[in-house]
């Protein structure tokens, strides 16, 4: 996602379903990623760098 920072990112969780929005400026992004099992939305952890979005899943 060029341009878009760690702080321009939100997540959404419901049961198994993770939402990514992202917007900046004119940017806007989203993507719906099915996981494996349900995961706690404050135990992801976000990083940005260079455009690549990085989100770790802690059970």
């Known amino acids: 996602m060029p341009g878009i920072g760690?702080?321009?990112?939100?997540l959404d969780?419901?049961?198994?379903l993770l939402t990514i929005y992202?917007?900046?400026?004119?940017?806007?992004y989203r993507k719906e990623v099915?996981?494996?099992g349900r995961y706690n939305k404050?135990?992801?952890l976000v990083t940005c760098?260079?455009?690549?979005v990085e989100i770790?899943?802690?059970k």
Do not use: F, T
Not at 6 to 10: L, M, N, Q, S
Not at 22 to 28: D, G, L, S
């Open 13 to 16: 969780i419901k049961d198994d």
């Open 22 to 28: 992202a917007e900046k400026k004119n940017k806007k």
């Open 34 to 36: 099915l996981l494996p």
């Open 56 to 58: 770790k899943c802690v």
């Open 42 to 44: 404050e135990k992801m």
């Open 49 to 52: 760098n260079n455009g690549i």
């Open 6 to 10: 760690a702080e321009d990112i939100r």
